[in-house]
């Protein structure tokens, strides 16, 4: 987007620019004449959706979860998105000054995990029965096409469809790939799942959908969330899943990350020995290989990249073996 278009959108928020960087395509941090940073970003997602996830944001915060998120008493912060000129929808909200918490560090990962916590019980009034936006209901459905995906990449590989080495790659080790994906569908069937998907009022809850170190930053006030276009009703196992496998996978599935997730997690909220049967069926999902097949921009389907995910969905056995352990210990 062209510099004076970002000026436009901002200008609509009544905010001038002194300056502006471009983080990635669609997201801007600019500093307004008066010295305040702010982040302009485009939401992929609709107008109604946009207006649930602010009106589920602006609750979840009365109840004092830190978030990167429009202040309503504060004239840029009157509106929750304003369109630009091609009818792209943008929200502005301040830009959190911190670090990002590193996987490395036990303390950041436990902060994750009781932020995470803390959002979901805010969440659970701020939703009031409101299930717009749910996808609860769509586990079955993702996972079997992920798979399928990944299959229809191994017909092609016997057809010699791509580079000879990664021909050779996907031929030789596609059924131990669709081996974890049968896995992840038979934990999922004996997970509870289906009883959860009937009672979704009893169960669902507002989730992040995209938790991770890079949407969380640390700072002195506390630890805050930040990219909320995912945003959607679920279980919370969904959002526990999403941050251990961001956390974990390019640290080698060490296990200490996602206790110190987890043990963060549940100083403040309760989980049972289905939220995690729940979470091993999405872990065990070949999502790294699907990742990489599937040619996503951040993920190159190359051999470095399949040796990659080949070695992630090997250390995930192990890594769900300590899962299991771990929601077995008297103190879970
Ligand atoms: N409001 C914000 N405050 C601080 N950093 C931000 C903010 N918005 C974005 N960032 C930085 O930009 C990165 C990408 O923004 P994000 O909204 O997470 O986009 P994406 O959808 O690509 O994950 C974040 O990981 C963070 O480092
Ligand atoms: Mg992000």
């Given at each position: ?100 918490p590193?996987p490395?560090s036990l303390?950041d990962m436990r902060?994750c995990g ?133 956390s ?9 990350i996602?206790?110190a997730i ?71």
């Amino acid at each position: 987007m062209i510099k004076h278009s970002i000026n436009g959108v901002a200008k609509q928020f009544g905010v001038r620019v002194r300056q502006q960087m471009k983080i990635r395509a669609g997201i801007y941090r600019i500093v307004t004449p008066d010295g305040r940073t702010l982040s302009l970003k485009r939401m992929p997602k609709g107008v109604g959706r946009a207006r649930w996830i602010d009106r589920m944001l602006l609750r979840v915060r009365q109840s004092g979860s830190l978030l990167a998120w429009r202040n309503p008493n504060r004239p840029e912060g009157r509106r929750a998105y304003h369109l630009s000129k091609k009818g792209e929808i943008f929200v502005l909200t301040p830009w959190i000054s911190g670090r990002k918490p590193s996987p490395r560090s036990l303390a950041d990962m436990r902060a994750c995990g009781v932020a995470l916590a803390r959002f979901h019980e805010a969440g659970l009034t701020a939703l009031k029965g409101n299930f717009a936006y749910s996808e609860m209901g769509t586990w079955f459905a993702t996972l079997r096409k992920r798979h399928c995906y990944i299959q229809t990449k191994m017909a092609n590989a016997r057809r010699n469809g791509f580079s000879q080495p990664i021909n050779r790659f996907i031929k030789q080790h596609g059924p131990e790939i669709i081996r974890y994906a049968r896995q992840a569908e038979e934990l999922l069937k004996s997970s509870g799942y289906l009883n959860y998907r009937r009672h979704p009022r009893k169960h669902g809850i507002l989730c992040h959908g995209d938790g991770g170190p890079s949407n969380f930053i640390l700072n002195d006030e506390g630890t805050y969330l930040i990219d909320f276009e995912t945003l959607r009703v679920d279980l919370r196992a969904y959002d526990l899943y999403r941050i251990i496998y961001n956390s974990c996978k390019d640290y080698q599935w060490d296990f200490s990350i996602a206790k110190a997730i987890l043990d963060g997690y549940r100083q403040v909220a309760y989980l049972d020995k289905r939220d995690y049967k729940l979470m091993s069926a999405w872990l065990r999902s070949p999502f790294s290989t699907y990742l990489v097949v599937s040619g996503f921009k951040r993920i190159p389907f190359t051999m470095k990249r399949l040796r990659w995910a080949l070695d992630s969905e090997r250390r995930i056995g192990p890594f769900l073996e300590e899962l299991d352990e771990y929601a077995a210990s008297p103190s879970s």
